[in-house]
């Protein structure tokens, strides 16, 4: 659910259902007056680290800017310095 929130770029709600299970939660409107988010709010940096965790490990000194950069390229999505920082730090302790 995360990937398709980013890949959309949509915000999608999440609703408790009991311990184990969520409900994910979406408008749908056919006519689409809504546009894209720059922030999605359930974009997290344990998700990124599993994403950028091949990328890490190819050149574990790659730069903060230059993943901010890929995030932005690839998802036209803001990710902030800290975010990223938090992201290659989850990705070098999974490696």
Avoid at 10 to 29: E, G, H, S, T, Y
Avoid at 52 to 78: C, D, G, H, Y
Avoid at 83 to 88: L, V
Wanted: charged share 30%; hydrophobic share 40%; glycine share 2%.
């Amino acid at each position: 659910m995360t990937a398709y929130a980013v890949q959309t770029a949509r915000a999608i709600r999440f609703r408790k259902c009991d311990m184990k299970m969520v409900r994910a939660l979406r408008n749908m409107n056919l006519t689409h007056t809504c546009t894209q988010a720059h922030k999605v709010g359930i974009l997290h940096s344990k998700w990124l680290g599993k994403v950028f965790k091949k990328k890490v490990e190819a050149n574990p000194k790659v730069k903060i800017r230059e993943m901010v950069s890929k995030a932005q390229k690839k998802w036209n999505l803001t990710v902030t310095k800290s975010m990223a920082s938090k992201t290659k730090q989850i990705a070098l302790d999974k490696i």
